[in-house]
């Protein structure tokens, strides 16, 4: 069959080999631009064009969206603007598909006065459908969506774009991995925007759309999160926001807990999730959430970590980056997600996103004040130097082993390599379809090893940015990664509660771990590569054997996730932070705890042991610095458990921070302007 392309068509599907619609009479086009063989009405716009099935026969006739943008606006003007806008919002759309769970843009062209987007085909189901044949959602499904899709809008409000329309129709469950996807991004939307002023058109769903958005035609980034709450309340109740507006306009979300009773999700009271839809929902738009990543944050403190963690990546939690608790949701578990469950996640996230920029532009590294002399490490200053070339949460941060190089990771899908000295970015890493939580280099310094929220670890030469393999075999995010001291093994540790042993020479799997209850969000490897550390949601730290991948023993005391872990340099000591704001510091010969660090107000996201004589002025001393979402990296003598400084960001969490190998050094980055700091106390 063949479709009908006129926007009025009452009737547009025809039987192939018609030169002429049977309803219309309008010519029709066998092959759209010359490959596009349109074949099904999707959906209608409303006036602003319709959403067709097409197959793509240039690629062995694969299936995918055409979107037919046919504005009815007379005015000139209008209309002028309404190309310009479609075209700038294409471009916004393709580095939007860069992510895993929005469709992939292929094509955007005018043809026949009419504009048309050509997207990737999702193949599954919508919310909406799931609902109707499977029945409410429970509160840990609701969970699944909110982790799955609020690093989804991180990312695309990250980057300046506001969806509008966040409703079960536009979630669409992938077949292929169960994953949610967030679809219908439009430039119809874009297009009634740009009008809308002129034709007091509304941009949304009754019921779903905020009355900011209804009212003032103004679209926020809390504009979606009240979509996403309204969403989940019909998804919880089976009752569809539209309905409950049409009888009671906007005061229906003050009372929306009483239609949990009969909709079989369980009683309202013990709904945990209550606190968080009632502030997504908010009808004043100044007490609503203002962002995924808060919203992630707020998930996590009251979501069981084991759900957090499962649902988190899972099914995406993509967002692990959960606001660093769920961004380390992910992460560190993801900075979104990762700020307070790690991952974020993640996130959240997030997390934490998604989403939005330009993820590969070099940018020119300066320092905050060009005009003053960068420090050197003999100046003892805490004005740390700028890295700025990101576009969103820095995650992850290494030295390579001469010192003069950085390499950073983050929730915009992209590794950069930095030059020290010069200040400047030497090149950015692509191919994660997701946020990447976790880099480490190569002790020889020719490799990188990425892990990210899409379940894989990547390989890189460093010297030509070339991805040399991916790594496959985690059933959840990848948060973590560590190079054997020899180079010749490779660890990473999963939200999946799993650690993979992979020998670099065969690319294969060696073993893999299991003990954890929980996420694994942090592994090292002991100086001498005989054991390996892991640190997990499960709140213990685990010492394996590498010989037989046997445990060793377990450490417990912490009070919540454990998300960072840290061999000392003899080997004899390991430190751990937690989300319970502390430092542990742990006797490895006895499996006792040493001393207990105390002094962070929240989540402590990553430490690290500086080699005697960095930064301390006794040279027997050994220092561990620490990280936290409480915006600070604190310096910590290990011998005495006393603060040594405290080094201040402006602002945002510290997600992750490494050590030079000289220990005069310290990066760290995280959620502030998504920059990297360098420090030389």
Known sequence: MLCCLNPDCQDPLNPDGNKFCQYCDTPLISLLRGHYRVIKLLSDEGGFGRTYLA????????????????????????????????????????????HNQIPTLLAYFEQDNYLYLVQQFIDGQNLLKELQQQGTFSESKIREVLLSLLPVLKFIHDRGVIHRD?????????????????????????????????????????????????????????????GLGATCFHLLTGIRPSQLWMEQGFSWVTSWRKYLHNSGSGIASRLKLGKVLDKLLKTDIQKRYQSASEVLSDLISVSPPSAVLTTLISTQAQSLTTSRSASTTTLQL??????????????????????????SRPVAITKSSPSQPVKTTSENSDQPDTLKGHSSDVNSVTFSPDGQMLVTGSDDL??????????????????HSSYIYAIAISP???????????????????????????????????????????????????????????????????????????????????????TLASGSYDKTIKLWQIANGKEIRTLTGHLDL???????????????????????????????????????????????????????????????????????????DTATGREIRTLKKDSGYVYAIAISPDGRTLASGGSADNIIKIWHP
């Open 55 to 98: 197959e793509d026969v240039d690629k062995l006739n694969e299936q995918c969206v055409v979107k037919q943008l046919a504005p009815k606006i007379q005015e000139a003007s209008v209309l002028r603007k309404a190309v310009e806008l479609f075209k700038e919002e294409a471009k916004r759309l393709q580095q939007l598909g860069e």
């Open 166 to 226: 966040i409703k079960p129709q536009n979630i669409i469950r992938r077949q292929s991995d169960g994953q949610l996807v967030l679809i219908d991004f439009g430039a119809s939307k874009q297009l009634s925007a740009t009008v809308m002023m002129k034709t007091g058109t509304a941009i949304g769903s009754h019921g779903y759309t905020p009355i900011e958005q209804m009212q003032d035609g103004k679209a926020y980034p809390a504009s979606d999160l009240f």
């Open 334 to 359: 993801g900075a979104r997600l990762r700020n307070q469950l790690i991952i974020s996640a993640a996130i959240v996230v997030l997390a934490i996103a998604g989403v939005w920029y330009s993820l």
């Open 414 to 431: 992209t590794i950069k390599l930095w030059n020290l000295t010069t200040k400047q970015e030497i090149r950015t890493f692509k191919g």
């Open 444 to 530: 020889d310094g020719q490799t990188i090893a990425s892990g990210s929220f899409d379940k894989t670890i990547k390989l890189w030469n460093l010297n030509t940015k070339e991805e040399i393999r991916t790594l496959k075999g985690h059933s959840d995010s990848v948060a973590s990664v560590a190079f054997s001291p020899d180079g010749k093994l490779l660890a990473s540790s999963s939200l999946d509660k799993t650690i993979k042993l992979w020998n670099l020479q065969t690319n294969k799997e060696i073993r893999t771990f299991t003990g954890h209850s929980g996420g694994v969000a942090s592994i090292a490897f002991s100086p001498d590569g005989l």
């Open 562 to 636: 454990v998300s960072s872990i840290a061999f000392s340099p003899d080997g004899q000591q390991l430190a751990s932070g937690s989300k319970d704001k502390t430092i542990k510091l742990w006797n490895l010969n006895t499996g006792k705890e040493i001393r207990t660090l105390t002094g962070h107000d929240d989540k402590v996201t990553s430490v690290a042991y500086i080699p005697k004589g960095g930064y301390s002025k006794n040279p027997d001393s050994v220092i561990v610095a620490s990280g936290s979402n409480d915006n600070t990296i604190k310096l910590w």
